[in-house]
């Protein structure tokens, strides 16, 4: 079960539960997986509901790796997400939203 006071979140991967974080170094891997701008450009993207799907991946990939997962975006490219595109959506702006929320703000 995911614990959103550890900036966690649940997701639903072929009908397994699965929990996402971005710890630093999924943050790291993430930065690293995109092309320009870095973090603060993909957070003013999701800001301004300007993200693309190669975004959601990326940050999903990333909090399922900081949640102890071995996949790769291959990996989820293939897989069944419950809700489709717009949980996982959903899911990867909790994602920001808790990786840099303050402790008071959640």
Partial sequence: MANPWAGEVGLEIDGRR????????????????????????????FEQRRCTTRDVLALIVAGLRGGGWDGSAEDLRRADIAGGPVAAARVAAELLARAFALPGDR
Avoid: I, Q
Avoid at 24 to 44: I, T, Y
């Fill in 18 to 45: 699965h929990v996402c974080k971005l710890t630093l170094g999924a943050l790291a891997e993430l930065e690293a997986a995109l092309d320009a701008g870095g973090l603060v450009a993909l957070v003013e993207r």
